[in-house]
């Protein structure tokens, strides 16, 4: 089965550094994606990997190991307003996306 | 400016009283979605066009139905509300994945659909 693992909720403080995890098991890849979902609102596009390494996008950056089936989203000098769900998401061989449920970010002043 | 708008933003309806969802893009992207996501979970897929090709994913219920009449309009029929269908429902677009490196989906605000 297709599947996409990341923690439900995390904490971290204003000005520091928080990395977001992601697991993922697909019939297939065509890249993984991390979006950024605040409370009512629609998920946007934060990046994408297909190759393994690290993509660095200001703030933030993602990292990819195909072997491990393994990502990160990485956010430095965290914000208030980076308080939000951070989603992360398989592209599969039909070039459909696996979704996670999400990983809540509460940042705390 | 090249955008996904989702019309109501907030629909309210009764118990077993049909609702239409409407989503209309101008980025001219022959692919769209439509996506039904309840509070922390994850958007689930219900439907998507590839131009007029329509596929319906095998856990869709029969309650939900979907139209899209030309390239810029798609719609979303909910027959018979239930309780269970009140959630955020999701309209998104991408470009063909042959013609890009990075498909990704552009989403619409969404609609948050209150069943009474």
């Known amino acids: 089965g297709q599947n996409i693992d990341q923690p439900t909720e995390m904490t971290a403080t204003e000005g520091a550094i928080v990395q977001i995890n992601c697991t993922y098991q697909?019939?297939?890849?065509?890249?993984l994606f991390w979006y950024q979902q605040h409370a009512g609102e629609a998920p946007t596009f934060l990046s994408y990997?297909?190759l393994d390494g690290l993509e660095e996008k200001g703030r933030f950056s993602s990292f990819l190991s195909r072997s491990k089936g393994y990502s990160y989203l990485l956010l430095k000098e965290l914000q208030m307003k980076d308080s939000a769900s951070y989603l992360c998401?398989?592209?599969?061989?039909?070039?459909?996306?696996?979704w996670g449920a999400g990983t809540k970010l509460i940042i705390k002043p | 400016d090249a955008m996904v708008i989702q019309n109501p933003r907030y629909q309210v309806t009764q118990f077993g009283k049909p609702v239409t969802l409407s989503c209309s893009q101008t980025?001219?992207?022959?692919?769209m979605y439509w996506y039904q996501q309840k509070s922390s979970q994850a958007p689930k897929l219900l439907f998507h066009?590839?131009?007029?090709?329509?596929?319906n994913e095998a856990d869709t219920p029969d309650n939900f139905q979907s139209r899209r009449p030309n390239t810029s309009f798609c719609f979303l029929d909910i027959r018979s509300p239930g309780l269970g269908d009140a959630a955020m429902y999701l309209c998104?677009?991408?470009?063909?994945?042959?013609?890009?490196?990075?498909?990704?989906?552009?989403f619409g605000p969404g609609t948050r659909l209150t069943v009474l």
């Open positions: 998104a677009t991408s470009p063909p994945h042959r013609e890009t490196w990075i498909n990704e989906q552009f």
């Open positions: 066009y590839y131009d007029k090709d329509f596929n």
């Open positions: 980025l001219n992207h022959n692919v």
């Open positions: 697909t019939s297939g890849f065509n890249g």
């Open positions: 998401a398989c592209m599969d061989s039909n070039y459909q996306l696996i």
């Open positions: 990997n297909v």
